[in-house]
């Protein structure tokens, strides 16, 4: 420790550097290219990793869709073609059989029909849920409340409206508690909601009015089916654990050849989720590669200089040992020096990536701009203390061979060196 801060020795590190200021600059460039890379390229990653996971918001990544498709196979006397309704009393059926399944949140729509409230009318899309589907696909309520159980349980008359819906047809008044009519029959709106994010996939959920699935089939008489339901896992089990339950199951509900690939479709949403996830480990993986890559090319050169270094002081460090001067003193102090300027231009590079990737990121924000899949670049605190950590090894590693080739100087030879 004490020849860490031997004044002495740093300003003999001063003084070589200072007499070839331009092989000093040009070799620590190195270095300095190696991490200001590895931290630029890892913050913009991060920015393309953040963009596809918001994407995603914060709906629900353990889930899977279902609805029905035609089969494909004949069955139990029912001809290959066949389109298998999902119903109601499926749901059931489904918790009762698939003890993974957590949640389900059907859904049934009639299309696009007029909705009225007073002089002001628009088309919107009718659609009949239960309880669970803000929960699953993170709605948020800005007005009022969603459909409970008791809107279910005794089929009333109310609605929840997307806010398209309430600017068109409200405009600047309050919609909650306020009547409106579709196809006929009279509504009251209960809540006023919008999609976690808006996209142009979500627009849709702005433009809907929703009802109680119950009734829906009462005032519109849909029945007891459904056009599609999401399947929720519960907290520990994956929803590979339950697809094949559930398609299991219905396919023995609805009488469905086992082997038919068609009669049920589904979308398993945690999978997509999870190869996205591997997609960006490997990016991150290559992206290490690529700085690391660059790190070692700065690395050599700052060796080489070294090298360059202790055999133009060879006659030098051959007086200092024929002075008594020790091999570890010798070592340390190339190593030292060699740390020096690979700590310093790789400190340099580190805070020059992240604060071209802080400023970006504040650029974006505060001018609330948003690219399609890229939102928010930042740097990893654990990047910055890695890098830092590949700096000091980096620079021993740099500074090692110099080091030990000038500690084995024979102090005879150097001398009559000329």
């Not at 059926?93 to 957590?102: I, N, S």
Request: aromatic share 8%; proline share 4%; glycine share 12%.
């Amino acid at each position: 420790m004490r020849g860490l801060f031997d004044r002495d020795k740093w300003q003999e590190i001063f003084a070589t550097i200072s007499k070839n200021k331009l092989r000093t600059f040009l070799t620590a460039l190195g270095v300095f290219w190696g991490i200001f890379m590895l931290v630029f390229l890892l913050g913009m990653g991060k920015g393309l990793e953040n963009g596809v996971y918001k994407d995603f918001g914060a709906r629900a990544k353990n889930i899977m869709y279902v609805w029905s498709s035609r089969t494909t196979l004949p069955h139990k006397g029912y001809k290959a073609g066949r389109l298998v309704p999902l119903e109601l009393a499926d749901l059931k059926l489904l918790k009762e059989k698939v003890e993974e399944l957590d949640k389900i949140a059907p859904r049934n729509e009639i299309g696009q029909h007029p909705v009225v409230h007073g002089t002001a009318s628009g088309e919107y899309t009718i659609r009949g849920e239960l309880t669970d589907m803000p929960i699953i696909e993170a709605f948020k309520v800005t007005q009022g409340r969603y459909i409970n159980h008791s809107d279910v349980t005794d089929a009333r008359k109310v609605c929840v409206i997307g806010e398209t819906v309430r600017d068109v047809l409200f405009g600047d008044d309050v919609a909650v508690g306020a009547h409106l009519t579709v196809r006929g029959v009279d509504f009251k709106v209960i809540g006023v909601y919008e999609p976690g994010q808006i996209k142009e996939w979500t627009r849709e959920d702005m433009e809907s009015v929703v009802i109680p699935l119950t009734t829906m089939s009462r005032a519109f008489g849909t029945g007891e089916y459904i056009d599609y339901m999401v399947c929720a896992a519960k907290p520990g089990y994956q929803v590979a654990q339950m697809e094949p339950k559930i398609r299991e199951a219905l396919k023995s509900i609805k009488s469905i050849h086992p082997d038919d690939s068609g009669g049920i479709g589904g979308f398993n949403l945690e999978e997509e989720f999870q190869q996205i996830q591997g997609l960006f480990i490997g990016i991150k993986g290559f992206l290490w590669f690529v700085g690391i890559g660059t790190l070692i090319a700065g690395i050599i050169g700052v060796s080489n200089i070294m090298l360059i270094i202790v055999k133009e002081r060879t006659k030098e460090i051959g007086i200092r040992k024929a002075l008594g001067a020790t091999p570890g003193s010798i070592i340390s102090m190339i190593l030292t020096e060699s740390v020096f300027i690979t700590a310093l231009s790789g400190f340099l590079g580190m805070a020059l990536g992240t604060l071209i990737i802080g400023g970006l990121s504040y650029l974006l924000i505060s001018n609330n701009i948003e690219t399609e899949n890229f939102y928010n670049p930042q740097v990893n605190p654990i990047v910055g203390i890695t890098a830092t950590i590949i700096l000091v090894i980096a620079g021993l590693l740099a500074g090692l061979i110099p080091a030990l080739q000038a500690s084995k100087v024979n102090p005879v030879v150097a001398l009559k060196d000329e």
